[in-house]
């Protein structure tokens, strides 16, 4: 499993997944995960685009850390999931819990309020 992240002119962080999210590939991304998206209060888009597989352990990794996000006043959400993990994200309800879009530039509109915030 592979994770790169970047900051974009607006500050949001971008965390880019690629892989599959079963136990192995959630051991493998699960601490720079969290070192990414939990850690600071930010404002941060998971790109689930390159990601082909999502299991329970991913769903849980994805969930604590926007939890966490949500606790120090920031805001997680998620980006372009493939077909089968979108529907994984919608069968389970995660995406009642965690905003989804389709494109980033949505996900980063859907930020805007957030980043306004954190600013201040």
Known sequence: MLLESSILEDGTT????????????TQEIELP??????ISKAAIIVDLS???FLASIGLRALVSNAKAQE???GRMVLCNPQ???EKVLASTGIDTI???FRTRSAAQE???PVLRKLRR
């Open 110 to 112: 859907y930020l805007l």
């Open 83 to 85: 077909p089968a993990v």
């Open 50 to 52: 390159g990601v082909d």
């Open 14 to 25: 971008v965390v880019s997944l690629q892989g599959r999210m079963d136990v192995s590939g």
């Open 98 to 100: 965690i905003p989804v």
């Open 71 to 73: 606790l120090r006043g």
């Open 33 to 38: 995960l969290t070192t990414r998206t939990a």
